[in-house]
């Protein structure tokens, strides 16, 4: 049970936009604390995709972007494309955890 | 370039020890914290510790902690993870990655995965 609450899939089909959702609580998200997002295309390294709610990393197209209010963040990709298709997480921060950063679950992101 | 290069990765018996390290490049090593981040078969990313610039701050998610210590060698930019008393459920790629920005650390660089597999 993963302390980020994600959707486990997601569909699109090409040139559509979808989101995905990232629930946290208060002392999370909720607290104030940014959230990253990563992109993982299968068979591959984590890859850094949204950092600070909204700031891309070089070479991260603006198709994607990122979003935060009260105890959650959502991830939106617009003009979707088939190289798309991956496994998304979002991550913050939780204070009752010392330490601790989390993960959520990870979202499946197929293009039909 | 900028690199993060992991190693040690085996297969163990539970209850058993291992080294991982990870060594950076083409970066100044000594300015950043870094976090080991391990992904179970087919399962999620799990944060597993943290260790900060100097090395005199360390953390722990409760799922390791007591039974795995991180430290660092700055003259030799290295990065490790002694993982003892370990379980099945430890099996999983730990990959090594760098920090940037505090509390919520954002993993800007990865390494590629070392792979523990822990059996009985």
């Known amino acids: 049970q993963s302390v980020l609450t994600q959707p486990p899939s997601v569909s699109g089909a090409p040139g559509q936009r979808v989101t995905i959702s990232c629930t946290g609580t208060?002392?999370?998200?909720?607290?104030?604390?940014?959230v990253h997002w990563y992109q993982q295309l299968p068979g591959t390294v984590p890859k850094l995709l949204i950092y600070?709610?909204?700031k891309r990393p070089s070479g991260v197209p603006d198709r994607f972007s990122g979003s935060k209010s009260a105890t959650s963040a959502s991830l939106a990709i617009t003009g979707l494309r088939a190289e798309d298709e991956a496994d998304y997480y979002c991550q913050s921060y939780d204070n009752n955890l010392s330490g601790s950063q989390v993960f959520g679950g990870g979202t499946k992101l197929t293009v039909l | 370039e900028v690199q993060l290069l992991e190693s040690g990765g085996a297969l163990v018996q539970p209850g058993g020890s291992l080294r991982l390290s990870c060594a950076a490049s083409?970066?100044?090593?000594?300015?950043?914290?870094m976090s080991w981040v391990r992904q179970a078969p087919g399962k999620g990313l799990e944060w597993v510790s943290a260790i900060g610039d100097s090395g005199a701050n360390r953390y722990y998610a409760d799922s390791v902690r007591g039974r795995f210590t991180v430290s660092r060698d700055n003259s030799e930019n290295t990065l490790y993870l002694q993982m003892n008393s370990l379980r099945v459920e430890d099996t999983a790629i730990y990959y090594c990655?760098?920090?940037?920005?505090?509390?919520?650390?954002?993993?800007?660089?990865w390494g590629q995965g070392t792979m523990v597999t822990v059996f009985s």
């Open positions: 600070g709610q909204n």
């Open positions: 990655a760098r920090e940037e920005g505090a509390p919520v650390a954002a993993f800007h660089v």
């Open positions: 083409g970066f100044m090593f000594s300015t950043y914290a």
């Open positions: 208060s002392s999370n998200i909720g607290a104030g604390y940014d």
